[in-house]
């Protein structure tokens, strides 16, 4: 069983919102970085946010103003809060966490990940 469960994801009409949820055993949650990624049939995959353990969230420039990274360390949650989605953003959406530091945030290989959420977004 992958240490990262996605949640929340499902299908929505174009201009709708979904809040992904990925849950995470402690010693994963409090890896330096914990983002989402998301990958397409036919295409690679993307990072879309990432938020290090400092509170510093950085996003793909094709989800600024539209998604919110953010965690519950109560719950040891990380969030992933999507509006106004458009079809382009159909995807299975991928947690994961990295282990090696902060400097490696930007990296698509990341030590820990989960086994995904399907959204899927029509027109």
């Known amino acids: 069983q992958a240490p990262l469960v996605e949640s929340g994801g499902g299908s929505v009409q174009a201009g709708g919102s979904l809040r992904l949820s990925c849950k995470a055993p402690g010693y994963v949650y409090r890896s330096p970085c914990m983002g989402w990624f998301r990958q397409a049939p036919g295409q690679e995959r993307e990072r879309v946010a990432v938020?290090?353990?400092?509170?510093?969230?950085t996003y793909a420039d094709f989800v600024k103003g539209r998604f919110t990274i953010s965690k519950d360390n109560g719950k040891n949650t990380l969030y992933l809060q999507m509006n106004s989605l458009q079809p382009e953003d159909t995807a299975m959406y991928y947690c994961a966490a990295d282990s090696r530091g902060t400097a490696y945030c930007q990296s698509l290989t990341y030590s820990h990940w989960g086994q995904g959420t399907q959204v899927t977004v029509s027109s």
């Open positions: 938020l290090d353990k400092y509170g510093y969230a």
